[in-house]
């Protein structure tokens, strides 16, 4: 290396491409639920690299596929089958709720969300969605302007697509409480629709929690609501499950299970294959059928990554980590909710399973993103990576890989209370 590497990110990387922490941390090697930086030092892993390595660093089962694989066949494009891609569309189809059934694999979630959003299209043969505000589907032009986050969109944004309320209760744009709203966020999508569409939309798409967003948790009838009146103007309803697929929101498998709602289409990445690049779009049948032209993805269905995934599968699915999940998760909200009672700057905290968000705040919950930075801050010095987001980027998230153990918990809770502290002192 030519110089220190904050200088050379500096000179090399695009600035847009923001890291965590004044000096940037360079992490040199993981196991299980521990990074380590090129310096040595050891840090408890409670953000699992945006919410991906979800069964740990290195897991055994995951190295050992991925070894196997390498040298038998690592690369075949989109224009050859192989039994791991076609194994793990079947695993798919079994374990996603309704009749979801046919797959497109690509290598990002960004890719996994652009398949929906054309299936969706090809089907309904309508051109409007609508996405939520606060929602973040990625990178691409299409995924930023599905995005309602300013900070996140391009210069450029994609025609035919509104941005309904998301159901942010802590900052109600109605200032209703619930349940004495009756959902007037969820309601006013008919009117959105009404007045800023065709009245012919292809799709409703939304995360079950808002992920990059803060974790911003519905009531319960939300999308009930929402996933109705979509369809009534003939829109299929998508579940971008990207950050809450796969026993991460616990007690189910999927987020939208929590919800009571049986998706058209859903998309997965992140931690469906613990690390290894992977986008999924999965979809019922006569959607999948709908799309006509062809297509290819060059990695897409890459079989080192679709073992990676079948071998992550298997874990989840044997160690019941849906269950583990709940449990843990449990042990977190308990403890962040003590944290909350002497910390008056923790606004709220919001989630479900293995992810929990603190939104900070100063008086008249003003938003904190200072807070936010500085905790981050904190916590690094204590041993303990957490992550970062919301609208204003005064959330931190707290999202361990789902293998967590309960004492790696409360170590992780001892780190972050003396985190807490460091920022109120
Ligand atoms: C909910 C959601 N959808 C889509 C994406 C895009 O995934 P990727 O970064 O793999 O393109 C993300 C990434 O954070 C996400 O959180």
């Known amino acids: 290396m030519s110089s220190e590497p904050a200088v050379m990110q500096g000179k090399y990387l695009y600035p847009a491409m923001r890291t965590y922490y004044a000096d940037p941390l360079v992490l040199a090697e993981g196991n299980g639920r521990r990074v380590k930086d090129v310096a040595g030092n050891e840090y408890l892993d409670c953000f699992a690299g945006i919410l991906t390595t979800s069964i740990g660093h290195a897991h055994p089962a995951v190295v050992e596929a991925v070894c196997r694989q390498v040298p038998r066949l690592a690369h075949t494009s989109t224009c050859y089958l192989t039994l791991p891609l076609l194994q793990l569309a079947e695993k798919l189809a079994e374990i996603t709720p309704g009749t979801l059934q046919k797959c497109y694999f690509t290598n990002s979630g960004t890719e996994a969300i652009e398949t929906a959003i054309a299936t969706a299209r090809f089907y309904t043969r309508a051109h409007w969605v609508v996405s939520l505000r606060h929602a973040y589907h990625g990178r691409s032009v299409l995924a930023t302007s599905l995005s309602g986050h300013a900070s996140w969109r391009l210069a450029a944004s994609e025609p035919g697509i509104v941005h309904a309320h998301n159901a942010y209760c802590y900052r109600c744009t109605f200032k209703q409480t619930y349940p004495g709203c009756d959902l007037a966020c969820a309601h006013d999508l008919d009117e959105l629709i009404r ?99 062809n297509t290819i993805s060059t990695f897409g269905g890459n079989p080192v990554s679709m073992v990676a995934a079948l071998a992550t599968l298997r874990v989840v699915e044997e160690q019941d980590l849906p269950a583990h999940v709940a449990a843990v998760g449990g042990q977190v909200f308990a403890g962040v909710r003590a944290l909350q009672e002497r910390y008056s700057y923790m606004g709220d905290v919001r989630g479900k399973g293995l992810m929990c968000g603190i939104e900070l705040v100063r008086e008249n919950r003003e938003p904190a993103p200072d807070l936010a930075a500085a ?51």
């Not at 981050?376 to 609208?391: K, Q, V």
């Not at 999202?399 to 460091?422: D, H, M, N």
């Open 195 to 293: 007045t800023t569409t065709n009245g012919q939309i292809a799709a409703l798409i939304a995360e079950p929690i808002q992920g990059v967003g803060g974790f911003i948790t519905p009531p319960p009838e939300y999308f009930q609501i929402t996933a109705a009146i979509a369809r009534r103007y003939g829109g299929v309803f998508i579940s971008d499950e990207v950050q809450t697929g796969f026993g991460r929101s616990g007690k189910f498998m999927f987020g939208i299970q929590h919800w009571g709602v049986e998706p058209d289409l859903m998309v997965f990445a992140k931690g469906l294959a613990n690390g290894a690049p992977i986008g999924a779009t999965i979809a019922r049948p006569e959607l999948a059928d709908a799309w006509g032209p």
């Open 375 to 425: 905790l981050l801050e904190a916590a690094r010095l204590e041993g303990l990576l957490i992550g970062r987001g919301g609208m204003y980027g005064n959330v931190v998230r707290l999202t361990p890989p789902l293998t967590i153990t309960a004492a790696e918990v409360a170590e992780a809770l001892e780190k972050l209370g003396r985190a807490c502290a460091r920022v109120s002192s």
